[in-house]
């Protein structure tokens, strides 16, 4: 992600989706005003408009966090250098991407201090000193922060040195009660993933080369974008007891014995931002769904030049007071330096799913003219049935984007039965390949290395998970089961 001062932040034109999708979408981020470079490199600076998403975002998965049973809290963001090195394939998976701070002021530190890359040790040192006995679990806490991985490679959301976040960890007193909570986690992500952003994903386990560094089992729901990669949308990793014997979790449990306990984390990321960016977006700009849009409803009053007259205005504002008592999230575009054209090209590039045109003819009828981003389909609503034709409309684009998307889905898998066939499927028709696979790591890494494919996950529920393979691994040996592979952001 590379970019400094006005030339590289200004795009005159949207480069179209289908000619160059990873242009495309950085286009639609630059003039949409989402994001913009920060002058440090692999890092962005989030915009209000691109941040008011987020916080509809957060505010939906927030509420499904504390519905199950989970406290926001919040954990430093320095972690010394030994609490780091406390949990061995923990360290050595994370050691390429850590940031350290040696200095304090004019003084050398002591002990190095990480820049959280995630906060499993910081946490579970804490929990040690927390966690006494039984009753005390178990311990379900969340946090919203940010962290700091040094990426080679960077693209707005999907991939940035400095990312925001929420990372839930908790503790249980049995392996059985901490891989239903990693289950529970994960079903949550991928039911806000399908309501909130119309983006339906794949969830299942992930193999050993390419779970959580330290985790006992990694789950993973995968988005597929239009251009058939494969896109991590988020994480529930069962950490067995690896945190505890490392940080001396332990409790006494009720028949008077001390054991280590059983933990747990997971998180999604700001780079859900990029799937829905991507998954929804048109050569014109972004296609926000209604229930993460900052604005719902776009009025753009028509008039003469100088403004509308004095019925257009009152009308706006009846509509303005009868959505908004309707809870539906409006903004009006009085500003007279712009054509009424420019302002339609510049709310569908922001992707408002509903703009409402009222001009003297509509005033005067007692109407509204609705037009849709998804389909630019266009209705004429009586104000006085506005705020209930509105909410319909708004949950009629929403199921659009959804099926949409789902369709992509459809059409972007398939089936590989050989080696050949799935070479050819990755250039031919990219997107997810099911194919046969005998579990062995060393023939994943092969197929990694000859093709940049990895194995995405082993779905454990759906039709996927319910194929048996009907011949051999794509190395030869006997299958064992079929998995998803794809090419990844």
């Avoid at 001009?359 to 209705?379: I, S, W």
Wanted: with cysteine; hydrophobic share 40%.
């Amino acid at each position: 992600m590379e970019g400094s001062g006005k030339t590289a932040s200004f795009v005159k034109e949207i480069t179209r989706k289908s000619e160059d999708i990873s242009r495309w979408y950085t286009d639609v981020i630059l003039k949409a005003e989402i994001a913009d470079y920060a002058p440090m490199k692999g890092m962005m600076v989030i915009r209000p408009y691109g941040y008011a998403i987020w916080e509809l975002m957060q505010a939906a998965l927030d509420r499904r966090i504390k519905e199950t049973g989970h406290q926001n809290a919040y954990f430093p963001l320095l972690i010394p250098q030994s609490f780091l090195q406390k949990e061995a394939q923990h360290v050595e998976g994370f050691a390429p991407e850590v940031a350290w701070v040696t200095r304090g002021g004019d003084e050398e530190l002591a002990e190095p201090l990480a820049i959280r890359p995630t906060s499993e040790a910081i946490i579970g040192y804490m929990y040690s000193r927390w966690i006494q006995s039984y009753r005390d679990l178990p311990l379900l806490i969340n946090q919203w922060a940010n962290v700091l991985r040094w990426e080679k490679e960077t693209r707005f959301f999907l991939r940035t040195t400095e990312f925001l976040w929420q990372e839930g960890h908790t503790v249980h007193a049995t392996e059985a009660e901490a891989e239903e909570e990693t289950l529970r986690m994960l079903g949550v992500y991928e039911e806000f993933a399908l309501t909130e952003l119309a983006v339906p994903v794949l969830s299942g386990l992930k193999t050993e080369r390419e779970k959580f560094a330290g985790a006992l089992r990694t789950y993973a729901i995968e988005a597929v974008m239009p251009d058939g990669k494969a896109l991590q949308a988020g994480t529930s990793h069962n950490l067995g007891q690896n945190f505890a014997h490392a940080f001396d979790i332990t409790f006494l449990d009720r028949d008077g014995t001390h054991k280590h306990a059983w933990t747990t984390s997971w998180g999604v990321s700001t780079r859900l931002m990029g799937a829905l960016i991507m998954t929804h977006g048109d050569d014109h700009g972004l296609i926000l769904p209604p229930r993460v849009a900052p604005y719902q409803v776009v009025i753009v009053p028509i008039g003469r030049p100088g403004g509308p007259d004095d019925a257009v205005a009152a009308a706006v504002d009846r509509a303005v007071t009868g959505l908004r008592a309707a809870g539906i999230r409006v903004t009006v575009d009085r500003r007279a330096e712009q054509t009424v054209g420019w302002k339609f090209n510049e709310w569908e590039l922001r992707g408002v799913p509903l703009r409402l045109e009222m001009g003297r003819r509509e005033a005067a009828a007692g109407q509204a003219l609705l037009v849709r981003r998804d389909n630019r389909e266009r209705v004429t609503v009586s104000l006085d049935q506005l705020p209930t034709e509105v909410a319909a409309l708004l949950e009629s684009i929403q199921a659009n984007l959804l099926e949409r998307a789902r369709e992509t889905i459809r059409t972007k898998t398939s089936i590989a039965h050989n080696y050949d066939d799935f070479r050819r499927l990755l250039d031919e028709k990219p997107g997810l390949i099911v194919a046969p696979w005998c579990g062995d790591s060393e023939c994943e890494d092969r197929i990694k290395a000859e093709t940049t494919a990895t194995i995405r996950c082993m779905p454990s529920t759906g039709e996927i998970a319910e194929m048996k393979p009907q011949g051999p691994c794509l190395c030869g040996q006997p299958a064992k089961r079929m998995v998803i592979f794809a090419r990844a952001y």
